[in-house]
């Protein structure tokens, strides 16, 4: 009988510790799947220029939102040619598809299967026009 017993608690125990994994796993790829966002000591103030466009992704790893730059930019050892920006798309909807110029600060986020990625959370956005040729 004692045997028996011994043997249930140890379902038991292995039911709940797989619970409790099971449970912090699927917590953690939660906040992982929408990029938790991660502000750090070196945040960067950026301008940049360029259209701004609806993006998705696989698994859902994406703000929705980035801009194809104009120009190329350098950040973290990488060489962008689109940035990600903040999801608003109440604010954004009127400057889908447009040239714009956007300043901001830039953030990190972190997914599983993307890793870390630069979000540039938009302080101030403005049309351009065509014949707005000023390079920053």
Do not use: Y
Not at 50 to 75: H, N, S
Request: net charge positive; aromatic share 6%.
């Amino acid at each position: 009988m004692s045997r028996f017993r011994a043997s249930g608690r140890s379902v038991a125990w292995r039911r709940l510790v797989g619970a409790v994994v099971l449970a912090s796993l699927a917590g953690t790829g939660c906040a992982e799947r929408n990029g938790s966002a991660t502000r750090t000591a070196d945040d960067q103030r950026v301008t940049v220029r360029g259209v701004l466009v609806r993006v998705a992704a696989i698994g859902g790893e994406t703000t929705g939102w980035a801009i194809q730059l104009e120009a190329p930019l350098e950040m973290d050892g990488q060489t962008l040619h689109e940035l990600e920006v903040n999801s608003q798309p109440e604010r954004w909807a009127d400057f889908e598809e447009k040239r714009v110029e956007a300043s901001g600060r830039i953030t990190w986020r972190r997914g599983v299967e993307r890793g870390r990625w630069p979000v540039l959370e938009i302080e101030s956005l403005r049309e351009l026009s065509a014949l707005d040729s000023r390079t920053r």
